[in-house]
């Protein structure tokens, strides 16, 4: 059964960087699958911020393009998500899923921006 | 980026009767070199992340009840649940993933009335 694990800091400074990783178990991350980080502010709605493919191919949402980069790691299985400068804005519980249609979603980790 | 708009905000329905809700797309999500619409649509109950029901509009998930159906083409999207259960209770969301920055709907909250 294919699982994914958010793992990382639960609170970031205002202007620091957010590093996330998800692991993935159930599933090769060099399988024919797109790998996807999207995040829920809380009581809102979701947002895509983007997602890769084994080769390193990457596409991101263009309201976070100029601060955010996610990264692949075959030999650990895992994928990761760096954002920077963040702001208060930037508090959201944050999911990796597979697929473009998002077929496994983890538990998700709730981050937040402290000033 | 293609807008999703999705109808009700809310909805309150009877235990086992029919709940639909709707979701437009501001363009087409339909791609004719295969025929597939690129919609899917996700359930989210209290506390919990998200879980895929529907993908390519209609197809349902493995382990998903089949009380639980999409249909729609285009623009155009409906998900219908034909008997609602207790356990159906949630917000519900349609994704385009036809074209990158993938969107959501801002949501459909299911409750029972």
């Known amino acids: 059964q294919v699982q994914l694990q958010e793992s990382g800091p639960g609170l970031v400074k205002s202007s620091g960087t957010l590093s996330l990783t998800c692991a993935v178990s159930?599933?090769?991350?060099?399988?024919?699958?797109?790998w996807t980080w999207v995040r829920q502010p809380p009581g809102e709605g979701l947002e895509w911020i983007g997602e890769i493919f084994h080769s390193g191919r990457t596409n991101y949402n263009p309201s976070l393009e100029s601060r955010v980069t996610i990264s692949v790691d075959t030999s650990k299985n895992h994928f990761s998500l760096e954002l920077k400068s963040m702001t208060a804005a930037d508090t959201a519980v944050y999911y990796c899923a597979r697929d473009t249609f998002l077929s496994y979603w983890g538990r998700g980790i709730l981050v937040t921006v402290s000033s | 980026d293609i807008v999703m708009t999705q109808s009700p905000d809310s909805l309150a329905v009877s235990l086992g009767e029919r709940a639909t809700i709707n979701c437009t797309s501001s363009q087409s999500v339909l791609y004719s070199a295969n025929n597939k619409n690129y919609l899917g649509w996700h359930q989210q109950k209290a506390g919990q992340s998200p879980k895929l029901l529907i993908f390519w509009a209609s197809t349902r998930e493995s382990g998903v009840p089949d009380r639980f159906s999409g249909s729609g083409s285009g623009t155009d999207f409906t998900l219908t649940i034909s008997s609602l259960q207790a356990e159906d209770v949630g917000v519900y969301y349609c994704q385009q993933y036809y074209t990158t920055p993938y969107t959501f709907g801002r949501g459909t909250k299911l409750e029972i009335k």
């Open positions: 159930g599933d090769s991350i060099s399988s024919t699958h797109w």
